[in-house]
C-alpha cells in the first residue's frame, strides 16, 4: 500500500516556469522526503524535511508540509530542461521500522527548452 | 568511492529460472533495501536489513529471498521466475540520517 500520492501526474512546462508538486498522505509521519529519477537511473535524494518544520528550501527547490493536512509540495524554481525527470515523495516508517520508507507513484515533469 | 552498486545491469529469465541480484555499497551504511518498480508505479519495499545479520519482509517479499552476507553486500534471489517478477530492481543503502542512497538498478524480464 502506498503512503504518498503525487499530484500531479504529468506536468509539462517552459524552461523558466515555475513547476510546483504536490504530494499527499494517509497517516501521521516523522519526516518526507523527495526524490528525482531521472529516465532509466536510480533516484536521487533532494530534500527532507521533518514533521516540526513547515518549509525548506535548497537552491532552486522550496518544500512545504502541512501535517493538518497531510500534504507537502515541491516547488522548482527557474526550471531548467535538466530539470525533466520523475519525483517521488516519500514518507517514512513502514513496519515502524526507522529508515523504511514508503514512496508515491510520482510526476512526470517535462521541461521544454 | 562508487556509493551504492548493482549486477547484473540486465538480465532476461525463463519461467522458472533462478537468479541472485547483486548489491554492494561502500558508504559503511547499516541499512539496505531491495525495491521493485513497476511502469506508473512507486518503488516497493520487497526486503530490508537494518543492519548485518538482520533481514525483514517488505510490502512485497513473496517469490523472493535475501541474504545480507556482510555490512557491504545485500543480495536479492529469485528461486522460480514468474513474468510477474519482471520489473526494475533498485537496491538502496542508508545510515540513520534516513536519506536512502540507491544504485543505478537491475531491469529483469521474465519470459
Known amino acids: 500500500s502506498q503512503q504518498g500520492e503525487e499530484d500531479p501526474q504529468a506536468l509539462s512546462i517552459q524552461e523558466g516556469e515555475n513547476a510546483t508538486m504536490n504530494c499527499s498522505y494517509k497517516?501521521?509521519?516523522?519526516?518526507l522526503q523527495w526524490y528525482r529519477q531521472n529516465s532509466g537511473r536510480g533516484l536521487v535524494h533532494l530534500i527532507l524535511i521533518r514533521s516540526n518544520e513547515r518549509e525548506k528550501h535548497s537552491g532552486r527547490l522550496r518544500v512545504t508540509l502541512d501535517t493538518s493536512k497531510k500534504s507537502s509540495s515541491l516547488l522548482i524554481t527557474a526550471s531548467r530542461a535538466a530539470d525533466t525527470a520523475s519525483y517521488f515523495c516519500?514518507?517514512?516508517?513502514?513496519?515502524?521500522?526507522?529508515?523504511?520508507?514508503?514512496f508515491g507513484k510520482g510526476t512526470k515533469l517535462s521541461v521544454k527548452p | 568511492n562508487a556509493g551504492v552498486t548493482q549486477t547484473p545491469k540486465f538480465q532476461v529469465l525463463k519461467t522458472g529460472q533462478s537468479m541472485t541480484l547483486q548489491c554492494a555499497q561502500d558508504?559503511?551504511?547499516?541499512?539496505m533495501y531491495w525495491y521493485r518498480q513497476d511502469p506508473g508505479m512507486g518503488l516497493r519495499l520487497i526486503y530490508y536489513?537494518?543492519?548485518?545479520?538482520?533481514?525483514d519482509k517488505g510490502e512485497v517479499p513473496n517469490g523472493y529471498n535475501v541474504s545480507r552476507l556482510n555490512k557491504r553486500e545485500f543480495s536479492l534471489r529469485l528461486e522460480s521466475a514468474a513474468p510477474s517478477q519482471t520489473s526494475v530492481y533498485f537496491c538502496?543503502?542508508?545510515?540513520?540520517?534516513?536519506?536512502?542512497?540507491f544504485g543505478p538498478g537491475t531491469r529483469l524480464l521474465v519470459l
Open positions: 536489513s537494518a543492519s548485518e545479520g538482520t533481514t
Open positions: 558508504m559503511n551504511h547499516n541499512s
Open positions: 497517516t501521521s509521519i516523522n519526516n
Open positions: 516519500a514518507t517514512d516508517g513502514y513496519g515502524g521500522s526507522q529508515g523504511n520508507l514508503i
Open positions: 538502496a543503502s542508508s545510515d540513520f540520517e534516513e536519506t536512502q542512497y
